[in-house]
């Protein structure tokens, strides 16, 4: 069904990674021309996900080489092909984790391409429709079909936008689906990038939020980002006072955790959604869900319409993530730091810097 076209190549400036075992750096790899239905993205910053180094570090087993990681891209168009309707030369874009998918089957007509039947196409490590790998947002530019390109605000800051594309998304999503409002207690497990995103966007739903992390020097981050409570779960006495407390909690931590744990925390009938994904497989107990008819879901990322839905809730609500901006040339730096919780609270690199 796809359809194969011949394309003239372009090489651009990219960091990028070779084995799982390999540092991130330089590499030109090659963009195709922009086609009848793309705009080519002059990227301005990216994104640096804890799900780029999952990949980067084949965590989950199905890491193409080399890599170029990067799914929170935003930048501006720069050229558009002859059949772009809704973007021009010049405009803001942001690119997230699809790049394609079928557009056919009904999840794709539902609006969540990322289930996609005949298997969507991520931004980096993956193939595309031609054959050839994806590669993601760590480059100068970026081709990109446009019903996948999304418009981005002049009104808020650009850098803070760039993580909106995965942290923002990931956790809208849920948040959304399970009607988090006013009146609810929500916890949120984990004050990464995708973490501190949540709070954010759940205490402009009108939840009361409490934070639960491993990090005592998160705490007053925590109360400015929107968070009502703080609790350090390394803190046995700290975690007596939220048993059976929350209607809803999103559980965003990279590394193993307990979600028997977690449950205890929720109220009867209550739900905890799972979006981070630590490569290892976790236990739990029937009883952790049985006792109370408590629920337990997964959240992966969201389509394209809830993506622009997303932002423009955020240039709505004046809301962008906490970024730290790098150069390119700091990435594998920056890693380490992500891997030790020490960033506040997403790295952002500066794509000037790889020209
Ligand atoms: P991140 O910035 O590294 O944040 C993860 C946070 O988890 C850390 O800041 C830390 O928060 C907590 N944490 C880390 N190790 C821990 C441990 N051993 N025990 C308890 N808490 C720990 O990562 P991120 O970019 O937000 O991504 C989080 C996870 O979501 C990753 O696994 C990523 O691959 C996944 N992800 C999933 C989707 C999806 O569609 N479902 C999309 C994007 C990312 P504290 O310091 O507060 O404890
Ligand atoms: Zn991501
Ligand atoms: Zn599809």
């Given at each position: 069904?796809?359809?194969?076209?011949?394309?003239?190549?372009?090489?651009?400036?990219?960091?990028?990674?070779?084995?799982?075992?390999?540092e991130?750096?330089?590499?030109?790899?090659?963009?195709?021309?922009?086609?009848?239905?793309?705009?080519?993205?002059?990227?301005?910053?990216?994104?640096?996900?804890?799900?780029?180094?999952?990949?980067?570090?084949?965590?989950w087993?199905?890491?193409?080489?080399?890599?170029?990681?990067?799914?929170?891209?935003?930048?501006?168009?720069?050229?558009?092909?002859?059949?772009?309707?809704?973007?021009?030369?010049?405009?803001?874009a942001?690119?997230?984790c699809?790049?394609?998918?079928?557009?056919?089957?009904?999840?794709?007509?539902?609006?969540d391409?990322?289930f996609?039947?005949?298997?969507?196409?991520?931004?980096?490590?993956?193939?595309?429709?031609?054959?050839?790998?994806t590669?993601?947002?760590?480059?100068?530019?970026?081709?990109?079909?446009?019903?996948?390109?999304?418009?981005?605000?002049?009104?808020?800051?650009?850098?803070?936008?760039?993580?909106?594309?995965?942290?923002?998304?990931?956790?809208?999503?849920?948040?959304?689906?399970?009607?988090?409002?006013?009146?609810?207690?929500?916890?949120?497990?984990?004050?990464?990038?995708?973490?501190?995103?949540?709070?954010?966007?759940?205490?402009?739903?009108?939840?009361?939020?409490?934070?639960?992390?491993?990090?005592?020097?998160?705490?007053?981050?925590?109360?400015?980002?929107?968070?009502?409570?703080?609790?350090?779960?390394?803190?046995?006495?700290?975690?007596?006072?939220?048993?059976?407390?929350?209607?809803?909690?999103?559980?965003?931590?990279?590394?193993?955790?307990?979600?028997?744990?977690?449950?205890?925390?929720?109220?009867?009938?209550?739900?905890?959604?799972?979006?981070?994904?630590?490569?290892?497989?976790?236990?739990?107990?029937?009883?952790?869900?049985?006792?109370?008819?408590?629920?337990?879901?997964?959240?992966?990322?969201?389509?394209?319409?809830?993506?622009?839905?997303?932002?423009?809730?955020?240039?709505?609500?004046?809301?962008?993530?906490?970024?730290?901006?790098?150069?390119?040339?700091?990435?594998?730096?920056?890693?380490?730091?992500?891997?030790?919780?020490?960033?506040?609270?997403?790295?952002?690199?500066?794509?000037?810097?790889?020209?």
């Open positions: 069904m796809y359809f194969y076209k011949t394309l003239n190549m372009k090489q651009v400036n990219a960091y990028a990674t070779a084995a799982s075992t390999a991130l750096e330089p590499m030109p790899i090659e963009r195709r021309d922009c086609g009848a239905a793309d705009v080519e993205i002059q990227i301005l910053y990216c994104g640096v996900c804890h799900s780029d180094i999952h990949q980067a570090r084949n965590e087993g199905n890491s193409i080489y080399p890599m170029v990681p990067g799914h929170e891209i935003v930048g501006r168009i720069i050229s558009v092909g002859n059949k772009i309707t809704k973007f021009k030369v010049g405009d803001l942001g690119v997230g699809l790049v394609d998918s079928c557009r056919d089957c009904e999840y794709c007509k539902q609006g391409e990322q996609c039947k005949n298997g969507s196409v991520g931004t980096y490590n993956s193939i595309d429709k031609s054959g050839k790998p590669y993601g947002g760590y480059s100068t530019t970026i081709v990109v079909d446009e019903s996948f390109t999304l418009h981005v605000s002049e009104k808020l800051e650009l850098k803070g936008v760039a993580p909106l594309l995965c942290a923002g998304i990931t956790t809208y999503s849920p948040l959304k689906r399970w009607n988090v409002r006013k009146g609810q207690q929500v916890a949120v497990i984990g004050l990464g990038g995708l973490g501190h995103m949540a709070v954010k966007l759940a205490a402009a739903m009108g939840a009361e939020v409490t934070v639960l992390s491993t990090s005592d020097n998160k705490k007053a981050d925590a109360k400015k980002l929107g968070a009502s409570h703080f609790i350090n779960t390394r803190n046995a006495d700290a975690t007596k006072g939220i048993a059976g407390k929350f209607d809803f909690i999103l559980n965003t931590v990279s590394a193993p955790n307990s979600y028997d744990v977690a449950l205890s925390y929720l109220k009867s009938k209550g739900t905890m959604v799972v979006v981070g994904a630590p490569p290892e497989p976790t236990q739990i107990a029937g009883f952790s869900l049985i006792i109370g008819n408590k629920n337990l879901a997964g959240s992966l990322i969201g389509g394209i319409k809830e993506t622009q839905e997303m932002l423009d809730f955020c240039e709505e609500h004046n809301i962008v993530s906490e970024v730290e901006v790098i150069p390119v040339s700091k990435i594998n730096e920056a890693y380490e730091r992500i891997l030790n919780s020490d960033v506040k609270y997403r790295f952002v690199i500066d794509m000037e810097s790889l020209k």
